[in-house]
């Protein structure tokens, strides 16, 4: 194994395990990449929080642990804000791209609603107590899976 793949299986064993203590997987694919390689800053992070649970606890939006990845790609490879004048820097666009492309084809979806779905066989209101509770009763590991496998992803391509 060489050394980024070591990081990359580090980063993902603390995104998984962060996953399990704490939840809010952006905030854990995000810490995992900073504590081994960088790039994110803290106030990423701290910014990432509500994009949980697709967006809100909303369930509608992009899976979380994928928006911390895509946040992750940004952070290296994004643009800055005094190069807006230099065009649209399509290369982030395309590893973020690529990123979702081989998400949805590992775990079937790229929404929290999806997921749900594919993980258990039905969606729930992640705002009332007793759903979300059945959901986290229901999923197993397999969300914190996916924090996992983003976070292998993306260190590995940074």
């Given at each position: 194994?060489?050394?980024?793949?070591a990081?990359?299986?580090?980063?993902a064993?603390?995104?998984?395990?962060?996953e399990?203590d704490?939840?809010?997987?952006?905030?854990?694919?995000?810490?995992?990449v900073q504590e081994?390689v960088?790039?994110?800053?803290d106030?990423?992070?701290?910014a990432?929080?509500a994009?949980?649970?697709?967006g809100?606890?909303?369930?509608?939006?992009l899976r979380?642990?994928?928006?911390?990845?895509?946040?992750?790609?940004g952070?290296?490879?994004?643009?800055?804000?005094?190069k807006?004048?230099?065009g649209k820097?399509?290369?982030n666009?395309?590893k973020?791209d690529?990123?979702?492309?081989?998400?949805q084809?590992?775990f079937?979806?790229?929404?929290?609603?999806?997921?749900?779905?594919?993980?258990?066989?039905?969606?729930?209101?992640?705002?009332?107590?007793e759903?979300?509770q059945r959901?986290?009763?229901?999923r197993?590991?397999?969300?914190?899976?996916?924090?996992?496998f983003?976070?292998?992803w993306?260190?590995?391509?940074?």
């Open positions: 194994m060489n050394e980024k793949q990081l990359a299986e580090e980063a064993a603390k995104a998984l395990k962060y399990f704490y939840g809010c997987c952006p905030q854990c694919v995000l810490a995992a081994t960088g790039v994110v800053s106030e990423t992070i701290k990432s929080h994009l949980s649970g697709g809100g606890l909303s369930g509608v939006g979380g642990s994928l928006v911390g990845g895509i946040l992750a790609l952070a290296k490879r994004g643009r800055d804000r005094d807006f004048h230099r820097f399509i290369g666009f395309s973020a690529q990123l979702m492309k081989e998400f084809e590992q079937g979806g790229l929404t929290c609603q999806e997921l749900q779905e594919k993980f258990t066989g039905e969606t729930y209101d992640m705002w009332r107590p759903e979300y959901f986290c009763d229901q197993g590991d397999q969300c914190a899976r996916t924090a996992e983003v976070t292998r993306v260190v590995q391509r940074l």
